[in-house]
């Protein structure tokens, strides 16, 4: 199905500590998002990329997040000092245009900020 | 308010039985996707529709731009089948291809 690889699967960090996550995108896919899903099961929104471009972040991703998609490495989600409330599961996905396209799902990086 | 109402919230099915999950949309829809979510929680894609109906295997979904809403039939259900769904959507007028999730609906087949 999806060749969306994330790393790592698992995060443990305390609260304070920086937490990164990476993602390599399917091939020949330019656009990418990061979402959040939370043990509620909501599906946040963060930031998506187009190439090295930012299209669209919410306002979180600007003050606590950071995230970058460079070109030939892997995309980055950072969050700059982790809450408690941010253990998630982190979902990138990728897609080959920015709307009117399926997207596909990486198996997300499970954070726990303890 | 939610743009994307899933339902129903859980769903408990006896192995070859069948039923259906629906999402009505309160805002004008471009296309949606139906995924699955298995328990280590990755989203593996079912469908995507831009409108009309589709048919995978045991799987049909439906979506109807017009009156807002998407269908999901699930027929002789299998232990396998068992996790939670999700529709996601993306509003006419977006431009970056952002999707919004319904509140998932958690299958569970039983013997």
């Known amino acids: 199905n999806s060749k969306v690889i994330q790393t790592p699967r698992y995060l443990v960090k305390g609260q304070g500590q920086k937490a990164k996550m990476r993602c390599i995108p399917e091939?020949?896919?330019?656009?990418v998002f990061w979402y959040q899903q939370n043990k509620n099961n909501e599906f946040k929104f963060l930031i998506n990329f187009q190439n090295q471009e930012v299209l669209q972040q919410i306002d979180m991703t600007e003050k606590r997040f950071s995230a970058e998609c460079p070109s030939n490495s892997p995309c980055s989600l950072e969050i700059q000092s982790s809450e408690a409330g941010d253990s998630a599961l982190y979902l990138c996905?990728?897609?080959?245009?920015?709307?009117?396209?399926?997207?596909?799902f990486g198996k997300g990086t499970r954070l726990t900020v303890v | 308010g939610d743009q994307v109402e899933q339902s129903p919230s859980a769903l408990s099915l006896h192995e070859g039985t069948g039923s259906a999950l629906r999402c009505n949309f309160t805002?004008?829809?471009?296309?949606v996707q139906w995924f699955q979510q298995n328990s280590r929680g990755s989203l593996i894609n079912l469908f995507y529709l831009a409108s009309g109906t589709k048919e995978n295997g045991r799987l049909k979904s439906t979506f109807n731009s017009k009156e807002s809403y998407s269908t999901l039939h699930i027929r002789d259900a299998q232990l396998e089948d068992s996790g939670t769904y999700f529709c996601a959507a993306a509003p006419t007028g977006a431009n970056t291809g952002k999707l919004t999730f319904g509140h998932g609906t958690i299958l569970r087949v039983h013997p």
């Open positions: 805002t004008t829809m471009r296309a």
């Open positions: 091939k020949g896919h330019p656009v």
């Open positions: 996905a990728s897609s080959l245009r920015g709307r009117d396209t399926e997207v596909f």
